[in-house]
């Protein structure tokens, strides 16, 4: 997880690139739609900021005089998905990520745009930017369409979940039967607007613990050989040090990375420095 920055585009940039010769132009030309879609990105703004974006109202049918939930559907998909000029709208969107990585999972790179309220449920945040943000399609679908009216049970929200300076993640060593890593959200997180509660929500409803453990179980595999050489010279120092350089390196990019918590946690475990990396089981292919 990690913030984006929040858009500052008017509700009608994506809109008005991409009505032309659509039902919805002639709906814009409308003052009380207009008005309606101003209304929609500004609830939305007010209640992300507090984390009460599970209060706003799902709808089931029509809205915006008569736009149903499925042209709006078809708007996204053959106006701004599948349309050139819409593509260049969405590319754009997708550039925001940090070297196209995920902000769900902070991991896996980025192959789509999201919509944190569902189309299913809610068509009339579809195309506001506020409500689009790129990920990777596993976090995409982990996410679901599903809605939980509790204010705990709702997912990260990388434009509105402040997360600059919070080292939210950490790590148990566990030593048996083999060398792994317990990741969890740690409760150095402020539970304001339930923060810590939604994203240890968010945590194991895109099953980050053990994307981060498994990738962790490549990387003790690959440090084995060198932990094993260095103890021989220098002893559980030497590896508490090589460890700790390792550490420093990561934090420098991202402290809150599966990388820096994993040397994190294994240079401050004595066991670890001391020997337990020996009992590694090494993951080989063929
Ligand atoms: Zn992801």
Redesign the pocket.
């Known amino acids: 997880m990690y913030e984006l920055p929040l858009p500052t585009e008017y509700p009608f940039d994506i809109f008005s690139c991409l009505v032309p010769g659509s039902k919805f132009d002639i709906l814009l030309a409308n003052p009380e739609v207009r008005d309606s879609v101003w209304f929609f990105d500004e609830i939305y703004r007010i209640k992300g900021a507090t984390a009460s974006l599970n209060t706003l109202p799902v709808l089931k049918k029509a809205f915006l005089h008569q736009m149903s939930k499925e042209e709006m559907k078809s708007l996204y998909k053959n106006r701004l998905v599948d349309s050139k000029d819409g593509r260049d709208i969405y590319n754009a969107i997708m550039e925001t990520a940090i070297n196209r990585t995920?902000p769900?999972?902070s991991?896996?790179k980025v192959s789509t745009l999201d919509h944190y309220l569902p189309q299913a449920h809610y068509p009339q945040y579809t195309l506001l930017r506020v409500n689009l943000y790129p990920?990777?399609i596993?976090?995409n679908k982990a996410k679901t369409d599903k809605v939980n009216p509790r204010k705990a049970k709702q997912t990260y929200h990388p434009f509105f979940d402040k997360l600059k300076g919070i080292l939210w993640l950490s790590a148990e060593y566990r030593d048996t039967p083999s060398p792994a890593l317990r990741y969890y959200v740690n409760d150095q997180v402020p539970n304001t607007y339930a923060l810590r509660d939604r994203m240890r929500y968010h945590f194991n409803e895109l099953a980050l613990g053990d994307l981060y453990a498994s990738y962790a179980g490549q990387a003790f595999s690959d440090i084995k050989d060198a932990l094993q050489r260095v103890y021989r010279r220098k002893g559980a120092v030497g590896v508490e040090r090589y460890l700790a350089r390792q550490h420093r390196s990561y934090y420098k990019s991202n402290p809150n990375s599966w990388e820096t918590v994993f040397y994190e946690t294994l240079k401050n475990s004595p066991t670890f420095c001391g020997g337990g990396f020996n009992n590694i089981v090494m993951i080989t292919f063929p």
């Open positions: 995920c769900l999972c991991l896996r990920a990777c596993e976090c």
